[in-house]
């Protein structure tokens, strides 16, 4: 089983900043099938990358993803108050079992 | 474009079994993809439940292996999940998922008496 590791665990930033939240495999995520999800209150999941760098459909340009083998980041050019929420990574592999980061809190400082 | 819509019971007694179902429209499971249940716990992550093939195989998290199972129904295109002998650390919003990428909007189950 792939265990995910995000850091850090909290992240205080003001809106305007560069925002850098890492995901760590402890293997190789196969095909670097890795997803970003954000996670506001009351809301399902969202959505913002799959395939470690390939945005998905409507997402603004200002997230990216980067990374292969055990070593993925998200990246957030220009924070929005929008963008303010919990960030999880996941790895799907080609077929099951998916594993979850334990979730990165983006809050503003 | 593909939509997911979990249903079911609120609440659940200590012991018993969580049931629910997700019905699925804008694509037939019958066609493809992986189909399956994730839930969030309050105060803690996202977790994978299980996921059902839609040729019928099915993978499920090792640590709620025992006590859960997922099944599809072809003909009503939608899939279901139940889990057994539950306790309050069940209590969760259940998501019901195509993949990674199509979501429904999740249905909060609390066990309780």
């Known amino acids: 089983e792939i265990v995910l590791t995000q850091s850090p665990g909290t992240l205080s930033l003001s809106p305007g900043e560069r925002g850098t939240l890492s995901c760590r495999a402890s293997q190789s995520v196969t095909s670097n099938y890795l997803a970003w999800f954000q996670v506001k209150p009351g809301q399902a999941p969202r959505l913002l990358i799959y395939g470690a760098s390939n945005r998905a459909t409507g997402i603004p340009d200002r997230f990216s993803g980067s990374g292969s083998g055990t070593d993925f980041t998200l990246t957030i050019s220009r924070l929005e108050p929008e963008d303010f929420a919990v960030y999880y990574c996941l790895q799907y592999g080609s077929s099951p079992p998916y594993t979850f980061g334990q979730g990165t809190k983006l809050e503003i400082k | 474009q593909v939509q997911l819509q979990e249903s079911g019971p609120g609440l659940v007694k200590p012991s018993e079994t969580l049931s629910l179902t997700c019905a699925v429209s804008?694509?037939?499971?019958?066609?493809?993809?992986?189909w399956g249940w994730m839930r969030q716990t309050p105060g803690k992550g996202l977790e994978w439940i299980g996921s059902?093939?839609?040729?019928?195989?099915?993978y499920y998290n090792p640590s709620l292996k025992s006590r859960v199972t997922v099944s599809v129904d072809t003909s009503k295109n939608q899939f279901s999940l139940k889990l057994n002998s539950v306790t309050a650390a069940d209590t969760a919003v259940y998501y019901c998922?195509?993949?990674?990428?199509?979501w429904g909007q999740g249905t909060l189950v609390t066990v309780s008496s």
């Open positions: 998922a195509r993949s990674v990428a199509y």
């Open positions: 804008g694509y037939s499971i019958s066609s493809g993809y992986y």
């Open positions: 059902i093939h839609h040729s019928g195989t099915t």
